[in-house]
């Protein structure tokens, strides 16, 4: 059964972390989007508890009852990782990052421990990547939040994000994937997921200093190259996702030499996060038992 808690660092600062129940000393470790909380996550844990496979999920600083940290490079996250592990008694770990959550899977790769990552629509490095960034995307945040160069004006451009998010939510879960030409086989998993992966809209935008002292870091220098990444990674892209491009896969898998990309058809930026969470659970578990 998947249990929440709230973990102490060294510093003082809490942490939440999400725990599927299962003994042992190694895990899955899941990172969310951005926006994002650990909740989103809720039925991947529920799925690897099902396989015997123990996984976590954590809520990243400034997002929802995570306490901030003084804002850095995407690496410097690591430290929390490191004490999360710790305390968790995890020794050997694969992560699995969503979104805004694939820089923070690629830096924890270089903690000691680590198996692999596998990148869910994983967002590539503006800071390396450059104009190509935004080819192919229609997210009106990315440009404005990506060309930012302070926390303050990216609070600024997150204003109103909340009734953008609910409203997505609801046309997403509404409208578009009842359209889909596999909903049916689908159906009850996204009926299952939408209370846990609507959490991106409510939860993770009680303070939207979280969004965008998290935005501001991953569009700026990650304190890594993707090409320093030697880790087993599997890139996971959506072919018609709008918020991260497919473009974005192929740039990542371009710079990684132990990397696969999967192209996935007809698959969107959430849809994946329902459509394909079995095969990229196999995916990250294999590798952690490797």
Sequence with gaps: MNHTRVLTLSDSRALQVIDNGIDSHRALVMLHGTPGVAEVWWTWLTRAAALGVRAMAVTRPGYYVS?????GKVVDLNRDFAEILNQCGIEEFVTLGWSGGGPYSLASTFLTGNKGADLVAGVASLFEMGPEFGVGGDNPLDDDIAGTESVENALALCAGIEDDMNNFVTAFFDDHVQTRPDYAEFAAQYAEARPHLSSFATDALTVLIGLAED????????????????????????????????????????????????ELANQGHSTIMVEAREPILQSAIAKLNA
Excluded: C, Y
């Design 215 to 262: 935005s501001h870091t991953i569009n700026n220098d990650w304190g890594f190259k993707v090409s320093d990444v030697t880790a087993r990674v599997d890139i996971w892209q959506g072919e018609i996702d709008k918020a991260v491009p497919v473009g974005h896969g192929r740039w990542l898998a371009a710079q990684m030499k132990n990397s696969t990309l999967h």
């Design 67 to 71: 306490d901030r940290r003084p804002v």
